[in-house]
T-cell receptor, first 111, second 116 residues
């Protein structure tokens, strides 16, 4: 699996958009970008994933650059409950690849 | 969405005893289950992967005789920490995946183990 680089921590004001970057310059053509988050003392929660097109669901939007070497997870209106560690993971297509975690970004939403 | 449960959510045991953690897929059949361990302020580390009816595959550095994994059915996997010691105190998280291409990995809520 390709390696990812994320900032260690970020702050975001409540109600504002949280933009979490991820670099994955060695991503292969068949690898997807996945985002998970882990709220303190809970199991990881799937957020969104994409291959090359931008994706949006009820939780977030995922913007992938044209060269696919980086992406941004956008939480449009951050709330205090969005405070968590966010993990960007790249892995091959299909369900057979296991999910391995890097260090992630600690997002603190501030009132 | 698919739900994975773990039991117990937290357990305290004495040093030298064994403790079993259960992981269940509630609304799908999990052909593969994964066990992770997370120490405070660290990321999740994969311990082992198990396929239903087969022996588990352990990651490098994980003692298979200490962390016994059983995946006897398509909805249940167990992790037994044998002869637990204080350094085994950690947050243990299981994950389950159904069969077929494209099936995602779903995570349980975790089990907090404290060895005294």
């Amino acid at each position: 699996d390709a390696k990812t680089t994320q900032p260690t921590s970020m702050d975001c004001a409540e109600g504002r958009a949280a933009n979490l970057p991820c670099n994955h310059s060695t991503i292969s053509g068949n690898e997807y970008v996945y985002w998970y988050r882990q709220i303190h003392s809970q199991g990881p929660q799937y957020i969104i994933h994409g291959l090359k097109n931008n994706e949006t669901n009820e939780m977030a939007s995922l913007i992938i650059t044209e060269d696919r070497k980086s992406s941004t997870l956008i939480l449009p209106h951050a709330t205090l409950r969005d405070t968590a560690v966010y993990y960007c993971i790249v892995r091959a297509a299909g369900g057979y690849q296991k999910v391995t975690f890097g260090t992630g970004t600690k997002l603190q939403v501030i009132p | 969405g698919a739900v994975v449960s773990q039991h117990p959510s937290r357990v305290i045991c004495k040093s030298g005893t064994s403790v079993k953690i259960e992981c269940r897929s509630l609304d799908f059949q999990a052909t593969t289950m994964f066990w992770y361990r997370q120490f405070p302020k660290q990321s999740l580390m994969l311990m082992a992967t198990s396929n239903e009816g087969s022996k588990a595959t352990y990651e490098q550095g994980v003692e298979k005789d200490k962390f016994l994994i059983n995946h006897a059915s398509l909805t249940l996997s167990t992790l037994t920490v044998t002869s637990a010691h204080p350094e085994d105190s950690s947050f243990y998280i299981c994950s389950a995946r159904g069969g077929g291409d494209g099936y995602e990995q779903y995570f349980g809520p975790g089990t907090r183990l404290t060895v005294t």
